[in-house]
Nanobody, 123 residues
Framework: QVQLVESGGGLVQAGGSLRLSCAASARTSSLGAMGWFRQAPGKEREFVAAISWSSGSTTYAASVKGRFTISRDNAKNTMYFQMNSLKPDDTAVYYC????????????????WGQGTQVTVSS
């Protein structure tokens, strides 16, 4: 069983930055990919970014490409999410997720989830 714990959310003004972290309890060598998803009030959970654990290859949603950066630290079994130029539309609960296969973009393809961390961007 893989446990994921997010941290780093908070309140920030538009144009500001936040860095999220996701620590995995299992050795990430057993995982193929990890990702970040978000869910705004009244909306469905959506894909934001994913990273292949071995190669470091990444995929981003169009809405965040160029502003957000996903990365990982193999030695620390931790994934990071640097969010710059934040907008009010980025306000959501952010979840990290993991799977054993290649990186994917659909919610149902990830069996392991963290508890979520709130990101609020004020205008």
């Amino acid at each position: 069983q893989v446990q994921l714990v997010e941290s780093g959310g908070g309140l920030v003004q538009a144009g500001g930055s936040l860095r999220l972290s996701c620590a995995a309890s299992a050795r990430t060598s057993s995982l193929g990919a990890m990702g970040w998803f978000r869910q705004a009030p009244g909306k469905e959970r959506e894909f934001v970014a994913a990273i292949s654990w071995s190669s470091g290859s990444t995929t981003y949603a169009a809405s965040v490409k160029g502003r957000f950066t996903i990365s990982r630290d193999n030695a620390k079994n931790t994934m990071y999410f640097q969010m710059n130029s934040l907008k009010p539309d980025d306000t959501a609960v952010y979840y990290c997720a993991a799977r054993s296969g290649i990186r994917r973009t659909q919610v149902y393809e990830y069996p392991y989830w963290g508890q979520g961390t709130q990101v609020t961007v004020s205008s």
